[in-house]
């Protein structure tokens, strides 16, 4: 398995941007699709985008399509999201993940990130 950590969250005004980064080990990276997941206090984690390990194909959650970018970089091992437009309703843990398929179910993620707190105030 891949290790995943997590950076760049952080408290930040409603419209505003934050770029997070999700450094990963090993040689494997390109084999690896990553994605991005949210949790919320007192909601289910849920998927906010994916990437394929080549960087080709990309996928988003509607309520982020148009605001956020995923990209890989594989020479680096990281992967980031780069969130704009931020609202209230954005905040969340923050969680990178890493898998076979750049699913939106976190049972198609092998590895997971210790998450990042992402707060958007109003």
């Known amino acids: 398995q891949v290790q995943l950590v997590e950076s760049g969250g952080g408290l930040v005004q409603a419209g505003g941007s934050l770029r997070l980064s999700c450094a990963a080990s090993g040689r494997t990276f390109i084999s690896y699709a990553m994605g991005w997941f949210r949790q919320a206090p ?55 993940a890493a898998g076979l398929v750049a699913g939106g179910k976190d049972y198609q993620y092998t590895s997971w990130g210790q998450g990042t707190q992402v707060t958007v105030s109003s």
């Open 42 to 96: 007192g909601k289910e984690r849920e998927f906010v985008s994916g990437v394929s390990g080549s960087g080709a194909n990309t996928y988003y959650a509607d309520s982020v399509k148009g605001r956020f970018t995923i990209s890989r970089d594989g020479a680096k091992n990281t992967v980031y999201l780069q969130m704009n437009s931020l609202k209230p309703e954005d905040t969340a843990v923050y969680y990178c």
